[in-house]
């Protein structure tokens, strides 16, 4: 029996998923949006929040970051959830990596919301910053923060209440077939099919999966409990490690005398792809984090050493008025080495979308609109 049809089934509401529910929506189509879970429970909500066009290079990456960063920002008040275009600070206490901010200012002219500040301008950018041996900072304008357990649970809302998205949720997709999907014991009948779940596209498609090159990377995070009388973080920030981690760094001469000096002095860092940022959400809890443990089946045990290790850098650079530590967790997410996103059509109508790697909240809402530019004609 064909329980429902629309003119597009999603399979998945995380943030991939919902970004192409929207922007499938917004062109009048009939969207349906299946989900395992009651709600998205994977790498979607468990990160730092943060819509990062800094860490994109130059180009259509960073044009599609820009462009997702203006749509979170029209969505967060009329879906009801936080977004604050807080900026960003790359803080500076070492030659070779202020060697590399000023390297990538310079190759940056035509980028207003670029700016390198002196110690004391650092400062009145944020109240955690650690001022003792502070050379400068990169302030950059771009980066906007959302509470990712608070914009995915909302955003099914909005979509079904504006656009008619609707949802199925507790729902697990067990087949697909161009037009149809077998879901909860039900066929669901869809013109254009977008599968958008990692676990889903692994069971759908395992020899696509197996094909695509795609890994897995998990990364380790904490939360603190949240700031007392309305502290705010201000700028969110990083330190000279997430100078290594970002592709928009990559073409700085100064990297690789940066990267052999950290390999040199604190070689766990690259081992476990540790990197060091801070954000806040709505509640004034900071998100800390993270690490990178990459392959096809991370552990599934978390190491203490690898918080000590981020809480010990983080020390460097931040500190705050209450560091106690509320939480911490892992998450997963898929990534195609060399590349910003798999899109594969493993027969007509049914499309894979995936490997958005650690970028799917900076990225996901323009790729979708790109997509569907041209799966549209």
């Known amino acids: 029996m064909v329980m429902e ?15 192409h529910a929207w922007a499938a929506a917004r062109l009048g189509l009939k969207v349906m949006v299946i989900e395992r879970h009651p709600q998205a429970v994977g790498a979607s909500i468990r990160n730092f929040g943060m819509v990062w066009p800094i860490g994109q290079p130059l180009g259509p990456r960073r044009d599609r970051a820009l462009r997702s960063r203006q749509i979170w920002l029209d969505l967060a008040p009329a879906a009801g959830f936080m977004a604050d275009p807080m900026g960003s600070l790359h803080l500076a206490y070492r030659e070779d990596e202020w060697a590399v901010l000023e390297e990538f200012v310079t190759s940056h ?54 656009y008619g ?7 697990v997709a067990t087949a697909v077939t161009t037009g149809e999907v077998m879901a909860g014991g039900q066929r669901w009948r869809g013109e254009q099919i ?11 498609y395992p020899d696509a999966y197996a094909r695509s090159g795609i890994t897995k990377v998990k990364l380790q995070m904490l939360r603190t409990v949240p700031q ?4 705010r973080l201000g700028a969110a920030l990083c330190g000279g490690l997430t100078l290594t981690h970002y592709e928009a760094f990559a073409h700085c001469p100064s990297l690789p ?14 081992t476990w792809g540790i990197h060091v940022m801070v954000s806040q959400n709505g509640q004034g809890e900071l998100i800390l984090g993270d690490s990178h443990e990459y392959g096809p089946n991370p552990d599934p045990f978390d190491r203490t050493a690898l918080n000590d290790w981020i809480l010990g850098y983080l020390g460097q650079f931040a500190q705050f008025p ?18 910003t996103e798999w899109i594969c059509e493993p027969e007509p109508g049914v499309w ?11 990225l996901s809402f323009g790729l979708a609109e790109e997509n569907w530019r041209v799966w549209k004609e």
């Open 322 to 339: 209450h560091p106690q530590i509320a939480a911490t967790w892992h998450g997963v997410y898929s990534k195609l080495p060399g590349q």
């Open 228 to 231: 007392p009388q309305g502290w």
């Open 5 to 19: 049809q629309a003119d597009v089934i999603v399979i998945g509401a995380g943030i991939v998923g919902l970004a």
């Open 257 to 270: 005398q940066l990267k052999a000096r950290i390999a040199e002095e604190t070689p766990h860092f690259p």
């Open 352 to 362: 894979l979308v995936n490997g958005l790697g650690g970028a799917g909240m900076t």
């Open 194 to 204: 977008i599968i958008c779940s990692g676990s889903d596209l692994e069971t759908l």
């Open 165 to 171: 998205v609707t949802f199925h949720f507790n729902t």
């Open 109 to 162: 002219p035509d980028s207003p919301g670029l700016k390198l500040l002196t110690p004391s301008e650092v400062v009145a950018k944020s109240p955690a910053v650690q001022a003792t041996g502070l050379r400068g900072g990169l302030w950059s304008a771009t980066e906007v923060i959302v509470d990712p357990r608070e914009a995915i649970a909302q955003l099914p809302a909005y979509l079904s209440s504006t």
